[in-house]
């Protein structure tokens, strides 16, 4: 077992370009989140997803950001355009539901200059 | 709004000793707590866990204690160990799982 992949590691970009942050989660797991994490915040869920439907995107902080599951291997999170307040690290977040816990990729590094 | 707050940015315990980190909640409908331990560059690692219905559950180091009254939980480990320096995190579920932002443990020598 792989675990939860995360790509790219890090991302350096300037401000007004467009990110994509990619993730497979762990063959099996029926819910997907997106989380990120900054100093202020902590980690904040972004979305989620069951079975590749988006359950709950309250935490999405503008409509700049987008996440989409086209398969259950797949997910993308977007910022479009990306702002400097976007840098952070980006995890996504597989897991079985109910009492399973999340297990959690590497994360993503996203600086925007 | 915090709904889980982790109120120690960051905790000291000399190896061998007891750590002790604390957790508070304000959402009474929040029905399952964990715990999560985080390296650098790593994603948060799952550690322990504990149901609303019980008050305490243990995992050879590890032991997590519920005060519902209190809207309370603590994550006890004895003995520390030098590995066991991360950063900690408490989550709760209660139709989505939110994190505290977490406090970092130093194990001194």
């Known amino acids: 077992d792989a675990g939860v992949i995360q790509s790219p590691r890090h991302e350096v970009t300037e401000m007004g370009q467009e990110v994509t942050l990619r993730c497979k989660p762990i063959s099996g797991h029926d819910y997907l989140f997106w989380y990120r994490q900054t100093m202020m915040r902590g980690l904040e869920l972004l979305i989620y997803f069951n079975n590749n439907v988006p359950i709950d995107d309250s935490g999405m902080p503008e409509d700049r950001f987008s996440a989409k599951m086209p398969n259950a291997s797949f997910s993308t999170l977007k910022i479009q355009p990306s702002e400097p307040r976007d840098s952070a690290v980006y995890f996504c977040?597989?897991?079985?539901?109910?009492?399973?816990?999340?297990?959690f990729g590497n994360g993503t590094r996203l600086t925007v200059t | 709004d915090q709904q889980v707050k982790q109120n120690s940015p960051s905790l000291s315990v000399q190896e061998g000793r007891i750590s002790i980190l604390n957790c508070d909640y304000t959402?009474?409908?929040?029905?399952?707590f964990l715990w999560y331990k985080k390296y650098p560059a790593e994603g948060p690692t799952f550690l322990i866990s504990i149901s609303s219905i019980k008050d305490k559950n243990e995992d050879g180091r590890f032991t997590v204690f519920l005060n519902k009254s209190a809207k309370h939980l603590s994550l006890h480990i004895v003995p520390s160990q030098p590995g066991d320096s991360a950063v900690y995190f408490c989550?709760?579920?209660?139709?989505?799982?939110?994190f505290g932002k977490g406090t970092r443990l130093h194990i001194l020598p």
């Open positions: 959402n009474s409908m929040f029905d399952y």
């Open positions: 977040a597989s897991s079985l539901g109910g009492n399973s816990p999340l297990h």
């Open positions: 989550a709760a579920r209660d139709d989505k799982i939110i």
